[in-house]
Structures are given as C-alpha cells and as structure tokens.
C-alpha cells in the first residue's frame, strides 16, 4: 500500500476495487474469444467491472494513487483500469498520466483502448478528436482503434489519414487505416486499398485486400492464398476471410492443397468450419480420433450443423486436457482448453440421423443454410467464437453493413 494514502482506513477497499477491476478486464479478454461464453455470460462479467470501476469513483482523488501505483505494473488491466477511471473524471492531468504509461508496450495500449470503448461518447469522443489530430502516429492509431471497438465510423479522420504521406509511411497506422476501410465500408476509400494491394509490405498488403473484399472486390480473394497456405501472423485471419467468401469449388480445391501441403494441420479443419460444406463432415468425424484435433473437429462439427455435443451426450465427460499426452504437438492448444472432447462413434450415428437434411456444396452455419436471420440470431445470442463468425458473414453478405466488433461493450 502506498504510504501517501496509508492514513485513509478506506484504502483497502479502493485497493481492491482496482485490483478486481483490472483482473476482471483480463478475465473479459479472456472470454470475449473463448468457446464457452455467450452474451449474458460477457454482460455479467461487464457488469462486475463496471461495479468495480464505480466503487472506484465513489473516491477517484483518494482511488487515483492506487491506479498510478497500479500502473507501474505494467500490466494491460491496469492500464485499463487507471484509462477508464481518468476519462471519467475528465481530468486533464490523469489522463495524461494514463496515456504517457498506457503507450509504453502493447499489451498496455490494449487496456487505453478498451477503456476509451468503455466509457460513454461524452466522455471520451473530445479525446478521440485530440488522439486524431496529435503529431504522433501512435495516437492517431489509438483512435482509429477506438472508433473500431466503439463501432464508430471516423469519418474525415480516416481520410485525412490516408492522405498522408507521413502517415502511410508509419507502417502500423497504415495497417490499421486499411482495415477500418473494409470495417467501415468506406467505398470512398476503395481507390486507397487497390494502391495498397500491391504495397511492398505484406501487412499492408493484407489488409488492403481484406478491405477490398469487404467492400465487394470478390476478386481480390485469389490474393488471400499466400496467407492461407504459409504459417504467419495473418493466417487465421486470412482463413477465416478466404473460406467465407470463396466459391464452394474452390474453397475445396484450396483444402485439398492444404491437405497435401500440411496434413492433419488445425488449419484444414478451421477452413472447412469457415466453408461450412458438409460435404467434409465424415472427414470431420475422422479427425474426432486423433486426440490433438478432437476438439477442434467437435467444434466445426457444431459450427456446420448446430448441433451442440454437450447437449445432445455427445461429448466424453471423462475426458479432459490433463489426460493429453504432454509433447510438442499439444502446446498450441490452449485455444481448445474449454471445448469438449467429442466421442466420435456418437457423432457418426448422430450424424447417420441428420445428414439427409443438408445437401453438399451448400454452405450452412449452425446447421442452417446461410441466411440474415440465422447469422443475427448468432450474433445477438451465440457463443463468442459463433458471434464472430456471423458478424464477417453479415459483412460479407450486404456490401454496406458494417463489420460489428464482437468485442464491442454488451452492457
């Protein structure tokens, strides 16, 4: 406890206020991609914070040395935490605090960005105009990002952006340009993506032809194959992209290189989700036996027809994560940790059962075939993972719809 305040009987409540608010942000993170979670879950864990950061404001003066101290911890939650509780005090000098800490590292610029996305338009649409019209690309950056997580079209601001030389040359700023082009559907903006299609950089480059393909330029999808095919940053992204908005014949001759390429990779099983064909569903049950895709295969199998494995005893209750043999190739599956471990022989009857309703090389989600109505539904009450799903393909679907941010404020 800091020993400027420690004659204040109150502080260990507004210690803790910032402590819970700062863990429960992290643990928001957490949920917002995670399988498990569905809206009520993520107002709920909302609703704790907000209770934490009101606590905090019944005394921001005495709460304030806390969020500082808190902030040496360099740590995204408290990053949060202390952005959150400066903008809703309006306080010039904490702000400045907050956002001198918050732009130290990445992770910590996570939390600035979340609070400005947190907090009400009054509180914080002045600092976004001031983000937008500083010197420094890092800010101009922060409210690019802001606007994103806000749904919040920045209008003449991303255009003035891209108009600069200066501000094109800052790598990270142009990336990020690009992509509130496609989210916002600025068809204004088209001519800016088509140069940036064919920048020297394959960051920009991606996100020139993600909003490109957004905006409609079903074309530019041919230029997703790189990212598709080679392991890097951008793949998830590009599959989840690629495989929404390709031709069903394609989409399977792309699987079919990946299968040559990368067999029995968990890129192969995210891809035929994505495509959503039940022609690949007997393959999906194939891979219920192997132990490090398991999982990933429930899920897709869940995504593609609706049926959840849980739900329906599908799933194996004994089974579980510490059960995995512990080697190299179970390392990347922490994003598994939450989904159940299908038993195959039960989704194959189950299967049997159903398979007569879906026809092959028609795209289906949640055991639908793709339409508005199935995908807002997702959006508005499916799990995280699903609700992220719907939200590109609605995107894709209506040339003028926004991409909505799944990780956009419930509450």
């Not at 394959?202 to 996100?207: G, L």
């Not at 795209?363 to 009450?381: E, S, V, W």
């Amino acid at each position: 406890m800091s020993s400027h305040n420690a004659s204040n009987a109150f502080l260990p409540i507004y210690e803790r206020y910032v402590d819970e608010a700062s863990f429960l942000w992290v643990l928001l993170g957490v949920a917002q991609s995670q399988p498990h979670y569905n809206p009520d879950d993520i107002k709920a864990l909302e609703t704790r914070i907000s209770r934490q950061l009101d606590g905090i404001m019944t005394a921001p003066n005495v709460a304030w040395p806390l969020c500082v101290d808190a902030l040496a911890l360099a740590d995204p939650g408290e990053a949060f935490t202390a952005s959150a509780i400066a903008f809703r005090c309006g306080d010039f000098d904490k702000i400045q605090t907050a956002v001198e800490a918050s732009v130290k590292n990445a992770e910590m610029l996570r939390g600035l960005i979340s609070a400005l996305a947190w907090v009400t338009g009054a509180q914080c649409h002045s600092w976004v105009v001031k983000f937008f019209s500083s010197k420094d690309f890092c800010h101009k950056r922060i409210a690019l990002e802001a606007c994103d997580l806000r749904d919040e079209n920045p209008a003449m601001y991303l255009t003035h952006i891209l108009r600069r030389e200066d501000c094109c040359q800052d790598l990270a700023l142009y990336a990020c340009a690009l992509r509130s082009i496609g989210k916002f559907k600025r068809a204004d903006l088209l001519e800016d993506a088509k140069i940036a299609a064919s920048h020297a950089d394959e960051t920009i480059r991606f996100w020139a032809i993600y909003a490109l393909i957004l905006l409609g330029e079903r074309s530019y999808v041919a230029l997703l194959k790189p990212y598709v095919m080679a392991d890097g940053p951008l793949r998830d992204e590009a599959i989840q992209l690629a495989f929404r908005a390709l031709s069903v014949t394609e989409a399977r001759t792309w699987i079919g290189e990946l299968a040559a390429q990368q067999p029995g990779s968990r890129e192969i099983i995210t891809a035929t989700a994505a495509l959503g064909d039940p022609h690949a569903i007997n393959w999906l049950i194939a891979q219920m036996n192997n132990m490090a895709l398991a999982r990933l295969a429930g899920e897709a199998f869940t995504t593609l027809t609706g049926i959840h494995l849980v739900d329906n005893s599908l799933a194996d209750e004994n089974l579980n994560a510490e059960d995995l043999p512990d080697d190299d190739s179970f390392t990347a599956m922490d994003a598994d940790e939450n989904l159940p471990f299908p038993v195959p022989n039960k989704v194959a009857d189950k299967w049997r059962l159903i398979a007569a309703n879906f026809i092959s090389g028609q795209r289906y989600f949640m055991g639908k075939p793709i339409n508005d109505n199935t995908l807002l539904a997702q959006l508005h009450q499916g799990y995280a993972r699903h609700r992220q799903a719907a939200a590109l393909e609605l995107a894709l679907r209506d040339k003028q719809l926004m991409l909505k941010n799944t990780r956009a404020k419930l509450a």
